[in-house]
């Protein structure tokens, strides 16, 4: 009898670590995964550029292409994201590899399109509304 008592006792213990694990998997399934593949980073005059290259998704990051992200990252602090944009499945495009700064004007491409941004600095007597 106490034998028994004791594979019921070790049969259930075995069935709450294994649909504990199977739980635990079905939510990483479900999140939101982002992975910081590369990146590299452009000095703009106090501020610095970011070329990242991440995994970002919900779900299982299953067979994912990747997205390419430029951010403008200030020097007091903040980020302001200029470009975002994930690549087809199976091409090399779009994917972002470098920026050139040339003074207030960005340019990169991403095998598809070009682009060309200019930022300039709003006057430090203009008053916010």
Not at 16 to 30: H, I, N, S, V, W
Not at 75 to 81: F, S
Not at 97 to 112: I, L, P
């Amino acid at each position: 009898m106490k034998r028994v008592h004791i594979t019921w006792a070790s049969s259930a213990l075995v069935a709450c670590a294994l649909t504990f694990a199977l739980g635990m998997q079905f939510q990483k399934m479900r999140g939101y995964h982002y992975e910081l593949r590369s990146e590299k980073r452009v000095p703009y005059g106090e501020d610095t550029v970011a070329i990242k290259y991440v995994t970002e998704t919900m779900g299982l990051p299953f067979l994912d292409p990747g997205t390419s992200i430029v951010t403008l990252e200030r020097n007091l602090g903040g980020e302001t994201t200029i470009y975002k944009a994930r690549r087809i499945f199976q091409e090399a495009y779009p994917f972002v590899s470098d920026v050139k700064v040339n003074g207030d004007e960005f340019e990169w491409d991403d095998g598809d399109k070009q682009y060309h941004l200019r930022i300039s600095s709003i006057p430090k007597d203009h008053s916010a509304k």
